[in-house]
T-cell receptor, first 109, second 117 residues
Framework: TQLLEQSPQFLSIQEGENLTVYCNSSSVFSSLQWYRQEPGEGPVLLVTVVTGGEVKKLKRLTFQFGDARKDSSLHITAAQPGDTGLYLCAVSGNTPLVFGKGTRLSVIA | GAVVSQHPSWVICKSGTSVKIECRSLDFQATTMFWYRQFPKQSLMLMATSNEGSKATYEQGVEKDKFLINHASLTLSTLTVTSAHPEDSSFYIC?????????????FGDGTRLSIL
């Protein structure tokens, strides 16, 4: 059983469109992280959310942590080709990170 | 900021060869480092937790005699894939967390792409 379910698995959109990807679980987490990984590189941390209902913005990216701290979403406004990559959510405490399977985003110019 | 370096970034070798991958924390000390494996089009799967000065903790299904981990200092962990075979071809990524900065996020290396012919 996958601890973190990410959807959609794949997403291909045109430049300028908006999109939302989701990370869901039946477990409650003290914090959740979002990473982006480009081919041939390690994942890069985008944000950590810790409070239920929390919303964080990073330029055109908006991250939300569910009120019950079981789920999270990432919304990208006016997507650009540079946003192309694998978006991973992950959870940990003092334990190793556990990743979802990721959403592979392709933004076409 | 915290930087993790992996070496080499790409390895191509013959079946039966043993390959060593290094993971270094460049500007912080890490008592714990983590090794992940990522197959094409898939997410990162934790292989083992590397503990400085003690034995590594392996995840279920990962052969400890196949994937040897040594964490001899606070800034270096190594993963040796022994007698590698084509099915071991994958992208191996390490990460580390500064031990003296509270609950800080993990920092990842840029990965090592291993191709076994």
């Amino acid at each position: 059983t996958q601890l973190l379910e990410q959807s959609p698995q794949f997403l291909s959109i045109q430049e300028g469109e908006n999109l939302t990807v989701y990370c869901n679980s039946s477990s409650v987490f003290s914090s959740l992280q979002w990473y982006r990984q480009e081919p041939g590189e390690g994942p890069v941390l985008l944000v950590t959310v810790v409070t239920g209902g929390e919303v964080k913005k990073l330029k055109r990216l908006t991250f939300q942590f569910g009120d019950a701290r079981k789920d999270s979403s990432l919304h990208i406004t006016a997507a650009q080709p540079g946003d192309t990559g694998l978006y991973l959510c992950a959870v940990s405490g003092n334990t190793p990170l556990v990743f979802g399977k990721g959403t592979r985003l392709s933004v076409i110019a | 900021g915290a930087v993790v370096s992996q070496h080499p970034s790409w390895v191509i070798c013959k079946s039966g060869t043993s390959v060593k991958i290094e993971c270094r924390s460049l500007d912080f000390q890490a008592t714990t480092m983590f090794w992940y494996r990522q197959f094409p089009k898939q997410s990162l799967m934790l292989m083992a937790t590397s503990n400085e000065g003690s034995k590594a903790t392996y995840e279920q299904g990962v052969e400890k005699d196949k994937f040897l981990i040594n964490h001899a200092s606070l800034t270096l962990s190594t993963l040796t894939v022994t007698s590698a075979h084509p099915e071991d071809s994958s992208f191996y990524i390490c990460s580390a967390r500064p031990w003296d900065r509270g609950l800080q996020p993990q920092h990842f290396g840029d990965g090592t792409r291993l191709s076994i012919l």
